[in-house]
């Protein structure tokens, strides 16, 4: 079987825009009720954003997972501006180098089940995050 992925390119709000409804879209799909799949949507929005404004833009991969009962989501963003010089300082409530409210990363991290972030200055960001879904029966991801 095929695992299902897909990926949305990142260069301005209208694809800000995709990138949200595409999220929203495979979890639904995948089987994530309301509340999971605005908790997906509303990381991926924040990441995204980060990767736009601060990553001078990027792309975010998506993946669906399947481990037993459990489906997941995985996305992935991936920019090659910047990069982030103190991610304990970025990773810090309140926190912004710019005129943001410092939330976007950390608010994130809250919304899913695993945040991993990997930055070196000068090279770029790249940001995982994966939130699962126990179902009640054993899944058949492959058509979506
Ligand atoms: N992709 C990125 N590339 C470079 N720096 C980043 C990236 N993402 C985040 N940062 C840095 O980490 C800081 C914290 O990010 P975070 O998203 O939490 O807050 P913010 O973007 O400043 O404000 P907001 O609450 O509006 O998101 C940013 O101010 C920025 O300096
Ligand atoms: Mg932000």
Same mark, same amino acid.
């Given at each position: ?50 990767? %736009?404004?601060? &990553?001078? $833009? ?6 669906? @997972?399947?481990? +037993?009962? !459990?489906? #997941?989501?995985? *996305?992935?963003? %991936?920019?090659? &501006?910047? $990069? ?6 970025? @990773?810090?409530? +309140?926190? !912004?180098? #710019?005129?943001? *409210?410092?939330?976007?990363?950390? &608010? ?15 090279? #770029? ?20």
């Amino acid at each position: 079987m095929d695992v299902p992925v897909g990926r949305v390119a990142l260069r301005n709000s209208q694809d800000i825009a995709n990138c949200r409804q595409t999220v929203r879209r495979v979890a639904q799909q995948v089987g994530f009720e309301v509340l999971g799949q605005t908790m997906l949507v509303t990381a991926a929005s924040e990441l995204a954003r980060n990767a %736009v404004v601060y &990553g001078g $833009g990027g792309e975010m991969t998506w993946e669906v @997972l399947s481990q +037993g009962r !459990s489906v #997941g989501m995985r *996305l992935t963003f %991936v920019d090659h &501006g910047q $990069g982030i010089a103190d991610l304990k300082l970025a @990773l810090t409530p +309140g926190w !912004s180098s #710019g005129l943001g *409210l410092g939330l976007g990363l950390t &608010g994130s991290k809250r919304l899913v089940h695993e945040f991993v972030i990997d930055s070196a200055p000068g090279k #770029g960001t790249r940001v995982s995050v994966v939130r699962w879904k126990r179902m009640s029966r054993p899944t058949e991801t492959g058509s979506i």
